[in-house]
């Protein structure tokens, strides 16, 4: 049974950084593409509204990132202690959210974002920014 598990996450001000971690047990893990969603609050809370954040695939060549994060977030993992780590920089109100660790099996040819397309998720990790 693959079990994904979400830590880090907490409260900072506008502009600092946090590094949010996600532990991966069951599977081989260096074969999954490893993705962070994240869901803002306020927000009933449907799955096909989770926003995708980042995604990495299983031997860290390629990277996918969305558009609001790509210039300030970086999704990166450790296949030897399977860990997938998203480091948030320069972090913005609207950055509030809970941030959810999500895994396929499969490599996408195309680097797609829907939710529906992985199988595994973590319970998520909660990241507030204030202003």
């Known amino acids: 049974q693959v079990q994904l598990v979400e830590s880090g996450g907490g409260l900072v001000q506008t502009g600092d950084s946090l590094r949010i971690s996600c532990v991966v047990s069951?599977?081989?893990?260096?074969?999954?593409?490893m993705a962070w969603y994240r869901q803002a609050p306020g927000e009933e809370l449907k799955f096909d509204e989770r926003?995708?954040?980042?995604?990495?695939?299983?031997?860290?060549?390629?990277?996918f990132y969305g558009e609001s994060v790509k210039t300030r977030f970086q999704i990166s993992r450790d296949n030897a202690n399977n860990i997938v780590t998203l480091q948030m920089n320069n972090l913005k109100v609207e950055d509030t959210a809970v941030y959810y660790c999500?895994?396929?099996?499969?490599?996408?040819?195309?680097?797609?974002?829907?939710?529906?397309?992985?199988?595994?998720w973590g319970q998520g990790t909660q990241v507030t920014v204030s202003s």
């Open positions: 069951g599977g081989t893990f260096s074969s999954f593409t």
């Open positions: 999500a895994g396929r099996r499969t490599t996408f040819s195309t680097w797609e974002t829907s939710p529906h397309l992985y199988e595994y």
């Open positions: 926003e995708f954040v980042a995604a990495i695939n299983g031997d860290s060549r390629s990277r």
